[in-house]
């Protein structure tokens, strides 16, 4: 779906580096999240924002940071990243209510 | 806070055999499950998604049926195709909060 488009796809980074991911929509959705998935553990919620003003921590957000810049942006920061950061990391906006989570197509980030 | 149990983790089933995933919650405020497919490479996708008034839905090959007392919900997958490939994510949403809480996915391999 190319309503929602994250960058960079795919990372390689060194411990201790600091590192941003980017996720835009262009839904319209208020509503918007960043997920990690590991295999075996499917999709963990880091962060979600139901508006501008409004952040709130998923099941794990140690380690993390989010800003959102604009309703269509959401922006996910380690600020010092480790190898267990290595994952596949996936944005994903809602509209109001129990509707349709649509998902970006993913950053593939692998932290040395 | 909710906690979603998802089994088995992997499944092989014959081409035209049916195939049945099976979830179990903790809360029981919640009122949404959706299901979603993601096939190798790809991002997230709803298939198909019930409400708690509601005890069995369907949509062609696929139907999810609910028991809330029980508290658990099932993915039906009948005449299944190669296609049909992929990882299923099952989710709930607790009363009142738009976020999700995946289980940890099955692994729906379809031999020709």
């Known amino acids: 779906d190319a309503d929602v488009t994250q960058t960079p796809r795919n990372r390689i980074t060194k411990t201790g580096k600091r590192i941003m991911l980017e996720c835009s929509q262009t839904k319209g959705h208020d509503r918007m999240y960043w997920y990690r998935q590991d295999p075996g553990l499917g999709l963990r919620l880091i962060y979600y924002s139901f508006d501008v003003k409004d952040i709130n921590k998923g099941e794990i957000s140690d380690g993390y940071s989010v800003s959102r810049q604009a309703q269509a942006k959401f922006s996910l920061s380690l600020e010092s990243a480790i190898p267990n950061q290595t994952a596949l990391y996936f944005c994903?906006?809602?509209?109001?209510?129990?509707?349709?989570?649509?998902f970006g197509p993913g950053t593939r980030l692998t932290v040395t | 806070g909710e906690n979603v149990e998802q089994h088995p983790s992997t499944l092989s089933v014959q081409e035209g055999d049916s195939a049945v995933i099976k979830c179990t919650y903790s809360d029981s405020a919640s009122n949404y499950f959706p299901w979603y497919k993601q096939e190798l490479g790809k991002r997230p996708q709803l298939i198909i998604d019930i409400r708690s008034n509601v005890g069995e839905k369907k949509d062609q090959r696929i139907a999810v049926t609910l028991n809330k007392t029980a508290k658990h919900f099932s993915l039906h997958i009948t005449e299944t195709q190669p296609e049909d490939s992929a990882v299923y994510f099952c989710a709930a949403s607790v009363l009142g909060n738009e976020k999700l809480t995946f289980g940890t996915g099955t692994r729906l391999t379809i031999i020709p």
């Open positions: 994903a906006t809602s509209d109001r209510g129990w509707t349709e989570q649509y």
